[in-house]
């Protein structure tokens, strides 16, 4: 039986499909063509940050993703239970809830908040061990029917370029950045991201966040300002860029105001 892509998006390279009465989660994992050159460029760019690994090995760039399945789940984290790995080119996962996205996009703003928030101590409790995401969109996080909150879909690789505390940033980034179907109102997403943010940080111990998290504010705000003189329609990536960088600004000067207290 060949797999159909999932109704609702979840990923590219994530598919559902039905077998004899239950659902499983079909999941390929090869390198694609374009990955070295777009993890160079990250590396780059995470160089001039200072927030790099500071090395770079472009055979290291093999997915690791069916690797790290299994400490994930000795670590006792929510991911689908794997049915079967081939090599390194595609996994099957025991298939349970739907799309948390799809899941709560028709419910109240006070409920959606109190998800993400839940989203957000989901997230500490993988970097408290030792883990990250790398790809924490709310359209890769399933809700049970149990209402378990479980990822799926994961990048080992960044940890070949980004330092660890860098790439728990990146994955509250990038959960914050991907609301834009939840809270269609630009103003209240923006101030949404910032709140699911602060929520994190004040949860977390981990004070070198904070100025991980100012340097890439200021870089932000070169690039939504670049991007504010480009006179052509904006895409969906420029938008969350201007949306990360009101954000941050939001991010910051809450995180200033508390440490001047």
């Known amino acids: 039986m060949k797999p159909q892509p999932y109704k609702f998006k979840l990923s590219k390279a994530v598919h559902k499909f039905e077998w004899d009465g239950r659902t499983y989660f079909w999941k390929r994992s090869p390198l694609c063509p374009h990955k070295p050159l777009v993890y160079f460029v990250m590396h780059l760019c995470a160089r001039v940050l200072k927030i790099s690994t500071g090395s770079w090995s472009l055979p290291g760039l093999r997915s690791r993703e069916t690797e ?72 890769n996080l399933i809700l049970t029917d149990s209402q378990d909150i479980v990822r799926i879909d994961f990048e080992e ?42 929520h994190y940080l004040r949860n977390s111990s981990d004070m070198n966040l904070n100025s991980i998290i100012f340097r890439l504010f200021l870089w932000f705000q070169r690039a939504s300002y670049l991007l504010r003189m480009y006179p052509g329609k904006l895409g969906t990536d420029a938008i969350r860029i201007l949306d990360l960088e009101k954000c941050l600004q939001i991010v910051t000067k809450e995180v200033y105001a508390k440490s001047q207290s």
């Open 157 to 198: 690789e960044l940890e070949l370029v980004f330092l660890p505390d860098a790439l728990k940033v990146i994955d509250l980034f990038l959960m914050a950045g991907s609301l834009n179907q939840l809270f269609l109102d630009r103003e209240q997403r923006q101030k949404v991201m910032a709140l699911i943010m602060l």
């Open 68 to 139: 790290k399945l299994t400490q994930y789940s000795a670590s006792g984290l929510n991911i689908p239970r794997v049915v079967t790995t081939y090599k390194n080119a595609w996994f099957i996962m025991l298939g349970e809830g739907d799309c948390l996205e799809k899941s709560i996009v028709d419910r109240s703003d006070e409920e959606k908040i109190i998800m993400l928030c839940r989203c957000a101590d989901d997230l500490l409790k993988w970097h408290s061990l030792g883990h990250h995401h790398g790809a924490s969109q709310v359209r």
